[in-house]
C-alpha cells in the first residue's frame, strides 16, 4: 500500500510505503460495527435514575378492602400497574454498559479502519505539522491551504500550540496517534499524519 506524501501546499510530492498488515486489510463490517458500538458502550455512564415501587411517595394503605367490593383486588398505589406507581425494572445509576472486546480483534479492527481509509484515498501524510503561535486562524489558514476542510490530525504527539489552535475549529481534531480512537476514525472526511506517526503507528499496531 501507498501513502501520498504532501507539502504545505496540499500537492502530493511523493508516495510512502506502508505495511500491508496495518493498511493492507480486507474490510470486515461486523469487525468494525462491534468495535464503534463497544467504544461507544464503554464511554457511556450511567447517569439515568428510575424509581421502583418502595421508592414511590405513595400511601402504603391497602386502598380498598380485599373483598366485597366488585373491584379487581389492589394491595398499594405504588403498584407498577397503576398510574404514577414505580417502574417494574427501574434503571439505577449502578448500571454497568460496558462491552468486552479482545484485544486481538480490537486490533485487528483498527487495522480494518485504517486499510479502508487508505484504500478510499482519505489519508494523506505530511513531513511535520506545527503552529508558531496558539492561534486559531494560524491552523485554519494552514489547513485551507493544504485543502482541508474536515479533517482529524494524528501525530505522534501532540503539540501545545497545535492542539490549542484546533480547539475552536469544530471540524478538525487533533490527536496522538494511539489514542486514534475507532469512532473518530470511521467519522472523519480526511486524515491527516504526520511522517512520525505513521511509523508509531505502526510500532502501535505491529
Not at 38 to 55: D, F, M, P, V, W
Not at 60 to 74: D, E
Not at 99 to 105: D, I, L, Q, T
Not at 184 to 199: E, P
Request: glycine residues 8%; positive net charge.
Amino acid at each position: 500500500m501507498e501513502l501520498k506524501l504532501i507539502n504545505d501546499k496540499g500537492e502530493a510530492t511523493s508516495t510512502l510505503p506502508a505495511p500491508d498488515d496495518v493498511f493492507g486489510r480486507e474490510f470486515n463490517e461486523s469487525l468494525v460495527h462491534q468495535l464503534v458500538v463497544a467504544y461507544q458502550a464503554n464511554a457511556r455512564s450511567g447517569t439515568r435514575k428510575q424509581l421502583g415501587r418502595s421508592e414511590v411517595n405513595k400511601s402504603r394503605k391497602k386502598p380498598w378492602k380485599q373483598k366485597g367490593t366488585g373491584r379487581a383486588r389492589a394491595g398499594r398505589a405504588s403498584s407498577p400497574l397503576w398510574r404514577g406507581g414505580g417502574k417494574t425494572f427501574p434503571s439505577s445509576p449502578d448500571e454497568n454498559f460496558s462491552h468486552k472486546v479482545n484485544r486481538k480483534a480490537y486490533r485487528a479492527g483498527v487495522k480494518v479502519i485504517w486499510s479502508q481509509l487508505a484504500r478510499e484515498g482519505r489519508i494523506s501524510v505530511v513531513e511535520d505539522l506545527r503552529i508558531e503561535q496558539p492561534k486559531t486562524k494560524l491552523l485554519a489558514q494552514k489547513l485551507k491551504g493544504m485543502g482541508f476542510d474536515e479533517v482529524l490530525v494524528v501525530t505522534d504527539s501532540v503539540d501545545e500550540n497545535l492542539y490549542l489552535s484546533a480547539r475552536n475549529l469544530a471540524n478538525v481534531a487533533v490527536m496522538e496517534v494511539g489514542k486514534a480512537d475507532p469512532v473518530s476514525l470511521v467519522h472523519c472526511d480526511q486524515v491527516l499524519m504526520t511522517r512520525g506517526a505513521l511509523r508509531k503507528l505502526e510500532e502501535v499496531l505491529a
